[in-house]
């Protein structure tokens, strides 16, 4: 590693130590007099030529553009020493940084998909501004001192449409083939590469394409990535479709990956709720916001802001309020109104704080006097016809009783027991499917498992973060479905006459 220099002299800091060294910068921890507080100062090498040197001026007015989203580190100014140095002042964020903190412990799943969605949102809003950050990694996700992730390094970030589509610098483990070889479009599939290995590394403590023990060597590495599918994670913790989506996103080919950060944080979000976790907010400045999604309590929409924060999540009419299992169906509740607010509320204080809905006609009785006839006769219809229910209803119940069916309560729709109608089975503590297994055939993927007794009724659904498939049933013990690119997943329950799902089953096939 180069030994670093010096610091140079900042206006109104004080130096205390030195953080790192880059390949044409140094980086160290001032002291801020005013504002009081401790600022991490990015210094370029003075040796450095003059393409470093334009790419740290342009890091300094990149990051001056998307410094305030709340997962890219804060940017607080830049200059030039006394020395000639230029240097940038950011926000100080204590180590270790994520990659660091992966090797140390193990990242639970849960943490995994939060840092997923949130640098994601980051590497949108630097997308809608037409900026490839290209170095997307662990390394490069640091923690504030309160414990939110944040995106930082911009060194090497490039501008679409510029003529410059392609500059030299990349991360061996870390980057996409088409960077590696040179090959390929410039655009954000870059950064979803990227992102998905950095989701994929933090949770097996190195990155994808690292044997550990084995040659690790940069062109081995680098042939890995070039030539060998994406590795399984191999942690018994991790969804099933969580590594299918990994594998999307990780694809060779960029047409064949989800082709927008925005597109692959819904999909973690969508793992979030299968595992019954609060989806993270996805925030991204310059995103418009899907239909529905941002509505207040009166359902007024919200037609702008400046930065768009929605999850998988959607308000329901109060008469349909989704369980658990309804997170996995966010696609169609999205597309729900809300039930409007009533259009008036009671008068409130002590003059109609005993008012009743019958007293308050009473300022009007005069003029609908000469109603009452009218109103009296369709009165005693309306009694004469409620008696008739009244006495028919008893004699039904009767007539029940005696016959022995009285004792059968059907569930109400909205009950948390009732299953759903367009989302997965819900669980419970019945028997799963046993012996799940799919095979490659011309017609698709053909999925088998062991029968449970006869006539037994069967619930599966294709698990694909891209398209929503419904849940459909079968009385047979195998369907064919059709092949998903790059991993083919069915869940497999158990129908039982009272209407409720068993645990479902999952088996993946892959499917290149």
Known sequence: MRQPLDPPAIPGATF???????????????????????????????????????????????????????????????????????????????????????????????????????????????????IIHRDVKPMNILFTQFGHPVLTDFGIAAQTGTGEESPGGFSVAWAPPEQQDGTGPFGPTIDVYSLAATVHGILTGHSPFEIPGGDNRELSVLNRV???????????????????????????????????????????????????????????????????????????????????????????????????????????????????????????????????????????ETDEAEEAPSRGFGSVVAGFLLVLLLVSGVAFGVWTVLRGEGSTVAPAQSSPDAPPLDGLPSANANASITGLAGTVTPEGVTFTWDAVGTGTTYLYHVEDPKEDHPVRQTKETTVTVPVVPGRTCLSVAVRNSDGRSSNEAIECVETP
Do not use: W
């Open 226 to 364: 070039l030539r060998s599918p994406v590795p399984a994670i191999g942690r018994s913790d991790v969804p099933a479709e969580l590594e299918r989506i990994l594998a999307i996103a990780m694809s060779k080919d960029p047409k064949r990956r989800y082709q927008s950060a925005r597109e692959f944080a819904l999909a973690l979000q969508n793992v979030q709720s299968s595992l019954r976790l609060t989806p993270t907010p996805f925030e991204a400045m310059g995103v418009e916001a899907p239909t529905g999604t941002f509505e207040d309590e009166e359902g007024d929409e919200t037609c702008a802001a400046p930065i768009a924060v929605f999850s998988s999540h959607a308000p329901a009419p109060a008469s349909s309020v989704p369980d658990e299992e309804d997170d996995r169906t966010v696609a169609v509740l999205a597309k729900v109104d809300p039930a409007p607010a009533p259009a008036s509320a009671p008068q409130s204080g002590p003059a109609n704080a005993g008012s009743t809905r019958e007293d308050a006609p009473r300022a009007s």
């Open 16 to 130: 205390v130590r030195h953080l790192g060294t880059g390949g044409f910068a140094d980086v160290y921890l001032f002291r801020q007099q005013m504002p009081q507080r401790d600022v991490a100062v990015k210094v370029l090498r003075p040796d450095s030529n003059a393409r470093a040197s334009a790419a740290f001026d342009a890091e300094v007015n990149l990051m001056a553009q998307v410094a305030n989203h709340p997962s890219i580190v804060s940017f607080y100014t830049g200059g030039i020493a006394d020395d000639g140095r230029h240097y940038l002042v950011m926000e100080y964020c204590p180590p270790p940084h994520l990659g660091q903190r992966s090797k140390e412990h193990r990242i639970p799943v849960s943490q995994a998909l939060d840092v997923g969605v949130r640098i994601a949102g980051a590497v949108e809003t630097l997308h809608q501004r037409g």
